[in-house]
């Protein structure tokens, strides 16, 4: 009898356990936006997989091409990573950004002060 009622409680706390569970929902994937663009030239993986449209393997293109390439000069060029068409593009552009090379940055500041 003692058997019975243990099996009894122990599957009432599995179904209790279970159904709190099921309550549960999983933290709201964070996307980009036009306010929080996206930095093409500086983006992780993660932080690229935040952009609709680009999954894992997508993100992993980006950072090839990246690497392969130097940095992206502007936004455009994005479309000349493999499976990004204009049309993926175009729902990608406000939600994306580049900032300038840093070479750039350098002459400016290495010039003498005026």
Known sequence: MTRILMAALAAV?????????????????????????????TASADQLATIPGVGPRMAERIIDYRQKNGSFKKVED??????????????????????????????LASQPGQ
């Open 13 to 41: 706390a599995l179904s209790t356990a279970a159904i709190a569970a099921q309550g549960r929902t999983a933290a709201p994937k964070a996307v980009a936006t036009a306010a929080a663009p996206v930095n093409l030239n």
């Open 78 to 107: 994005l479309m000349n990573v493999s499976g990004i068409g204009e049309k993926n593009f175009l729902k990608m552009r406000p939600l994306v950004t580049v900032t300038p090379p840093a070479a750039a940055g350098k002459q």
